[in-house]
């Protein structure tokens, strides 16, 4: 299909009022082509080095997986996570890490699997979140 400029001027005529910043925001990204990364922004830079430094400490072992993204609203504010694992003995411990216009959520979960050399199940899951409330689940019956 051949571009035609006068289609995107009557699309973006046709916006409803509310969509018109987020389109504008769009266009202005797209001036520079072939489109830059946006710089990411110090606090959540601050965040991401500081969860690393927290899963890379001694006697844990990371799990080699893990990442994050960060995305920018118009007017400047951001949102973002960054999720790493460890072990400690035979437990997963998932750590994630939210941002929200520059507010933190830490998020802490803990699985352990029991074997019975048959199957697997998911045998505790235990969840620390906001204000470091507690939300433990025994799964098992003993």
């Given at each position: 299909?051949?571009?035609?400029?006068?289609?995107?001027?009557?699309?973006?005529?046709?916006?409803?009022?509310?969509?018109?910043?987020?389109?504008q925001?769009?266009?202005?990204?797209?001036?520079?082509?072939?489109?830059?990364?946006?710089?990411?922004?110090?606090?959540?830079?601050?965040?991401?080095?500081?969860?690393?430094?927290?899963?890379?400490?001694?006697?844990?072992?990371?799990?080699?997986?893990?990442?994050?993204?960060?995305?920018?609203?118009?007017?400047g504010?951001?949102?973002?996570?960054?999720?790493?694992?460890?072990?400690?003995?035979?437990?997963?411990?998932?750590?994630?890490?939210?941002?929200?216009?520059?507010?933190?959520?830490?998020?802490?979960?803990?699985?352990?699997?029991?074997?019975?050399?048959?199957?697997?199940e998911?045998?505790?899951?235990?969840?620390?979140?906001?204000?470091?409330?507690?939300?433990?689940?025994?799964?098992?019956?003993?």
């Amino acid at each position: 299909m051949p571009v035609d400029r006068s289609i995107l001027l009557r699309l973006i005529d046709t916006l409803p009022e509310d969509a018109v910043p987020l389109a504008q925001d769009m266009l202005e990204r797209y001036q520079t082509w072939p489109r830059s990364r946006a710089p990411i922004p110090e606090q959540y830079r601050a965040m991401r080095e500081a969860h690393s430094s927290e899963i890379m400490t001694p006697g844990r072992i990371p799990t080699g997986g893990g990442g994050g993204s960060f995305s920018m609203r118009p007017g400047g504010r951001g949102y973002g996570s960054q999720s790493d694992g460890y072990w400690e003995g035979d437990t997963l411990v998932i750590m994630t890490t939210r941002m929200h216009d520059g507010h933190q959520l830490r998020i802490e979960q803990k699985l352990r699997m029991a074997d019975d050399g048959a199957q697997s199940e998911l045998r505790r899951y235990d969840h620390r979140g906001l204000m470091g409330r507690r939300c433990p689940a025994n799964l098992s019956s003993a």
